[in-house]
């Protein structure tokens, strides 16, 4: 079984993979397959189907214009929904650099709204996942949304936030 999610290791979705694998012994051949985004992959179901896929209930894409409502109505002919499951996500970081003054924020669409709720005058830019969004914020960024294993906490950098939640996890076979 070939299962396709957002990649890296390092995002809450290839974690939701594995833990998908781990808790369905009966499904141990899983291969994990990661895409740099989720739009990637619902742009090549064609090519993918018989597969499977797992998303977050929470997935937003500013690209496509979806939230996870509209990619479940919308793409019926193409995902069939299979079972779902209740995982918690990494816990996530709301870093300030006191070095940057430019409002820029970086983070995951699906998090931008949160990210506004603790910093109501941040510019946010999103990125196709909260560990390329560090990346950018190390670049360029007064303020990141992040998971917290992706932050090493620099001197200048302080934490305005730590925030847990659970997730719901979407499986598709890709028809």
């Not at 290791?9 to 939701?16: I, L, V």
């Not at 808790?23 to 291969?31: G, L, P, Q």
């Amino acid at each position: 079984m070939r299962l396709h999610t957002l990649g890296p290791e390092a995002t809450d979705s290839w974690k939701a993979a594995v833990f998908y694998r781990e808790n369905n012994k009966d499904k141990a051949d899983i291969e994990i397959i990661g895409h740099a985004s989720f739009e990637d992959i619902l742009e090549n179901l064609a090519d993918l189907a018989g597969d499977y896929l797992v998303i977050p209930a929470a997935f937003q894409s500013q690209k496509m214009g979806l939230t996870w409502g509209d990619m479940h109505y919308l793409y019926q002919k193409q995902l069939g929904l299979k079972e779902a499951f209740v995982m918690n996500l990494n816990p996530m970081l709301l870093l300030e650099n006191s070095y940057v003054h430019n409002h820029l924020a970086f983070t995951h669409a699906a998090v931008a709204k949160l990210l506004l709720q603790y910093v109501p005058e941040a510019e946010v830019v999103t990125c196709p996942s909260k560990y390329l969004a560090y990346q950018e914020y190390r670049r360029r960024g007064q303020y990141v949304l992040t998971n917290e294993q992706n932050v090493t906490l620099r001197p200048f950098e302080k934490v305005l936030a730590r925030i847990e939640i659970p997730m719901v996890w979407c499986i598709y076979q890709i028809k």
